[in-house]
């Protein structure tokens, strides 16, 4: 167990319509990314948060957006969903931000797209 | 543009004898380099890193080897053993920053 949680596991739902991943980091973490794999591709980073601010931004759509809470649970919302979203989007955390520090993932949210 | 490179999609090993697998990329600013391994339905767990300014990390039956004049580090698993049967992952970080860049994955079987 990575202390990472993730929900929920699977989510099914139809073309055009928004969902909400929620994570919820190992205890202390301040940092929050997150990361989309699509079939028999790697791990592609979207984006990460640091004690509430966005710290770096990868390939994330334009219908894609993050925010931290207080609290440093995460949500990621994906709108007007194509079915090329359909993937598996991770969360991870790590203590800091600056470099030269692993980062612990979650279980995942498998997304299904019809 | 993929900047982590994973050639190999999958690999077969006998239990006892040693894995290797390896991992190229294409950027020099990258500072530190990860690899995690990552069973079905669950998500990748680190395994070992290696900084830059080594050339070699050893953890247990796991050793991390980097050559930056190749841009090329590779994964050494001595003796495998059917467990390790999982998708190995490289990961590398640019400086003064911890987000992972990935490559595609090597998918490893170890058998009896």
């Known amino acids: 167990d990575s202390g990472v949680t993730q929900t929920p596991k699977h989510l099914i739902t139809a073309t055009g319509q928004r969902v909400t991943l929620r994570c919820s980091p190992r205890s202390g973490d301040l940092s929050v990314y997150w990361y989309q794999q699509s079939l028999d591709q790697g791990l592609q980073f979207l984006i990460q948060?640091?004690?509430?601010?966005?710290?770096a931004k990868g390939n994330i759509l334009e219908r894609f957006s993050a925010q931290q809470f207080p609290d440093l649970h995460s949500e990621l919302n994906l709108s007007s969903l194509e079915l090329g979203d359909s993937a598996l989007y991770f969360c991870?955390?790590?203590?800091?931000?600056?470099?030269?520090?692993?980062?612990?993932f979650g279980q995942g949210t498998r997304l299904t797209v019809v | 543009d993929q900047q982590v490179k994973q050639n190999s999609p999958s690999l077969s090993v006998q239990e006892g004898r040693i894995s290797i697998l390896n991992c190229d990329y294409t950027n020099s600013m990258f500072d530190y380099f990860l690899w995690y391994k990552k069973y079905p339905a669950e998500g990748p767990t680190f395994l070992i890193s290696i900084s830059s300014i080594k050339d070699k990390n050893e953890d247990g039956r796991f050793t991390v080897f980097l050559n930056k004049s190749a841009k090329h580090l590779s994964l050494h698993i001595v003796p495998s053993q059917p467990g390790d049967s999982a998708v190995y992952f490289c990961a590398a970080t640019p400086p003064v920053t911890d987000k992972l860049i990935f490559g595609t994955g090597t998918r490893l079987q170890v058998f009896p």
């Open positions: 991870a955390s790590s203590a800091s931000s600056g470099g030269h520090t692993e980062a612990f």
């Open positions: 948060y640091y004690n509430g601010e966005e710290r």
